[in-house]
């Protein structure tokens, strides 16, 4: 099959410290060849495959160094694609990466669709039927509930509730507003610190609970981003590899051979997982080495779900006490792999750091667990409630900002009510609060944000 070059950013946008520029297809070598500047001439055209090159992007246009990166090399057929697949690491900002990614584009790559890299994985034969099968659910899964998430809000049920909530903001500030210009208005009760202490908690609550379905809207539509973390060897990658069921990354004896992130969706008995496959998070000084840690830890951070996984057939060592550390207070699963080997860690003290965290044994060798590891992640999330029905899910990340802004300006107007503050100037916070929420539903939004998210809407899915 004949097929371009695609390449997209192929990292989260956002604060992270390396952000890849990931291009597929026949050209994919000579085209990051054309933007290389290697160490000593190094022509990409000349590595092996499944190597890692350290260089400058130059633009060939202009002789102008853009990035220094990290490039590796993938040749087909074994790669996610089946294509070749080039890799460029670069760790400067959004800025840099787009200007990375422009230059790809310029010099005969097509920008990816979402989703295109796994089509072609598809296309491909890099996964077969009942594999593709599982992801085409995911999919499904994904969008079917996304859509409805969509749907939902354009029949207007978010600007419904966010209305209804304006309405009652507003005949409070009506209220006050009267009592302040017509005070000899004897029908008119004066609104006191108590009744607006009333209305402020209704709708801070009312605010709250709009937020709380925030994090199920996002994991609806984006996966819940899953890291599978521990120490090198320990079994991330075979696990990742039976989550999949597919033999997508390379599977070694070498400590610290993992050097990429892998991303991988799977359906965990409805329960849509991004996987993240790290390295193992720990002090290095090898820089092909670190570009896995960075990305590990910020994996790590942006993690809904973590598996941590633990070789029990040796002690537990302060590597893995300082996981134990680095993921408190998250939603973890603790994994203690290699059961069939002669187990050496010590239960006592794994309860112990776990912390009250679910606890499972397996053998990736053997398959031993799996499903229970599935049966915990099914319950863990969305258990008997995947049904969207008629909840209204906030998942978009412009409403829950703003909510959150709305709820800190009710928190205002609740100190002012506590510190005694005169209505009228708490009656700031509470318009305030109107605005915020009348952003959600463009009524005071500016004319050039409303530009900017109809062109969001044309380019995107
Ligand atoms: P990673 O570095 O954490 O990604 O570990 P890998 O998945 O690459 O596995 C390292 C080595 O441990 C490989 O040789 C695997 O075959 C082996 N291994 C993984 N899981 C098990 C297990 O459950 N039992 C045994 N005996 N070996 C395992
Ligand atoms: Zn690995």
Not at 61 to 80: H, I, L, Q, R
Request: proline residues 3%; negative net charge.
């Amino acid at each position: 099959m004949e097929m371009d070059t695609i390449a997209a950013i192929s990292t989260p946008m956002g604060e992270g410290a390396i952000s890849i520029v990931r291009l597929s297809g026949e050209n994919a070598i000579a085209i990051a060849n054309r933007l290389f500047a290697g160490v000593g001439g190094k022509k990409l055209a000349d590595v092996p495959s499944h190597t890692i090159h350290y260089g400058k992007i130059v633009d060939p246009d202009t002789g102008e160094t853009v990035e220094e990166a990290m490039v590796s090399v993938m040749k087909a057929p074994k790669t996610f694609t089946r294509e070749d697949v080039v890799e460029i690491n670069c760790h400067g900002g959004l800025v840099v990466v787009n200007r990375v990614l422009q230059l790809v584009l310029n010099n005969g790559a097509r920008l990816a669709e979402p989703g295109e890299f796994t089509k072609r994985a598809f296309l491909n034969g890099r996964i077969d039927l009942s594999q593709a099968e599982a992801v085409m659910d995911l999919i499904r899964a994904k969008t079917d509930k996304a859509m409805n998430v969509a749907i939902g809000q354009m029949e207007g049920r978010l600007s419904k509730l966010v209305k209804k909530l304006r309405q009652e903001i507003l005949e409070v500030v009506a209220h006050i507003e009267v009592n302040i210009d017509y005070p000899e208005y004897d029908d008119v009760e004066e609104m006191t610190h108590r009744m607006l202490e009333e209305k402020a908690q209704y709708i801070k609550n009312e605010i709250e609970k709009l937020l709380r379905t925030a994090h199920q809207g996002k994991i609806l539509r984006e996966g819940l981003s899953t890291a599978i973390i521990g120490r090198p060897n320990v079994g991330k990658s075979s696990l990742l590899n039976s989550l999949v069921q597919e033999n997508k990354a390379i599977v070694t004896d070498i400590p610290g051979t993992t050097r990429d992130v892998i991303e991988e969706y799977v359906n965990v008995r409805g329960v849509p997982l991004r996987l993240i496959d790290t390295a193992g998070i720990r002090e290095t000084e090898d820089i092909v080495e670190r570009i896995g840690v960075e990305r590990s830890r910020k994996a790590l951070k942006e993690a809904d779900l973590i598996l941590l996984v633990i070789n029990s057939s040796e002690p537990l060592s302060p590597e893995d006490e300082a996981l134990f550390e680095a993921v408190e207070g998250m939603d973890v699963i603790v994994i203690l792999n290699k059961w069939d080997l002669p187990h050496q860690v010590e239960m006592e003290s794994v309860r112990e750091l776990a912390q009250g965290a679910k606890i499972l044994t397996t053998s990736l060798v053997t398959e031993e667990g799996m499903e229970k590891l599935e049966d915990a992640i099914a319950a863990m999330y969305f258990e008997g409630q995947m049904e969207t029905g008629d909840l209204t899910y906030v998942s978009n990340s412009r409403h829950i900002a703003l909510l959150n802004q709305a709820l800190e300006a009710i928190q205002d107007v609740q100190n002012g009510i506590q510190s005694n503050t005169p209505i009228d100037i708490i009656q700031i916070d509470l318009t305030r609060t109107w605005d915020l929420l009348g952003e959600i539903i463009g009524d005071t939004v500016q004319e050039s944000l409303l530009n900017q998210l109809f062109s969001q809407f044309c380019l995107g899915k």
